[in-house]
């Protein structure tokens, strides 16, 4: 079976652009949640999706955004990029967000630059 | 949300037995027990889970106390390909899980 898959893996954009990052999560899995890694801040919870639903937030500004399509893939949207949005985006899929016992699998990350 | 604490950086020798714990004190009944590790650039890598007493598998074993507020990852025989961070986590169903901040693992040769 496929791992998650996400896309790009390396991005530079400039301060005030907007990106979208995309993540398609395990054949099967239905609950699909976003963090951000910076060697500052560790890795930090942005939100979880589930049948094309945010389930969970976490604290961060409005300028991040996500959504989740039918096929279970998500797209999450960083809107007027500031420096310090400089990370390494991670997308982790699990079969669904009911069960007790489950297992988040992880992408391999977007690298992301603002210069 | 369970907060957890683990040590920061660790150092060990190649051959020898590894062991990380992490404190959890408000960890709740429906909350599982997982370990995960990552290499520079790249997703957090599944190790263990678990509940209660001690779960083992081919890489690592994981030993969680009656009470539930710690948890010990156990490493037989490390070796330099074992150099990563580790992070603990506890979640359960619905829960966004909350990663601490890890333990930077050196195996020296």
């Known amino acids: 079976k496929a791992g998650v898959t996400q896309t790009p893996r390396y991005l530079i954009k400039t301060r005030g652009q907007q990106v979208t990052l995309s993540c398609s999560p395990i054949s099967g899995h239905r609950s699909v949640s976003w963090y951000q890694q910076t060697p500052g801040q560790g890795l930090q919870f942005l939100f979880e999706y589930f049948s094309e639903t945010q389930r969970n937030k976490g604290n961060f500004p409005g300028r991040f955004s996500g959504r989740q399509f039918s096929n279970s893939r998500s797209e999450m949207n960083v809107s007027t990029l500031e420096l310090g949005d400089s990370a390494l985006y991670l997308c982790a899929s699990r079969p669904t967000r009911t069960e007790i016992q489950e297992t988040q699998y992880f992408g391999p990350g977007t690298r992301l630059l603002v210069l | ?109």
Not at chain 2, 11 to 33: F, K, L, M, P, R
Not at chain 2, 46 to 62: C, H, P, R
């Open chain 2, 1 to 109: 949300l369970a907060k957890t604490t683990q040590p920061i950086s660790m150092d060990s020798y190649e051959g020898q037995e590894v062991n990380i714990t992490c404190s959890h004190n408000n960890i709740a009944t429906n909350d599982y027990i997982t370990w995960y590790q990552q290499f520079p650039s790249q997703g957090p890598r599944f190790i263990i889970q678990g509940y209660k007493t001690k779960v083992t598998n081919e890489v690592a074993s994981l030993f969680i106390p009656a009470d539930r507020k710690s948890s010990t990852l156990s490493l037989p025989r490390v070796s330099l390909s074992d150099t990563a961070v580790y992070y603990c986590l506890v979640g359960g169903a619905g829960n966004m899980l909350t990663f601490g901040g890890g333990t930077r693992l050196m195996v020296k040769p």
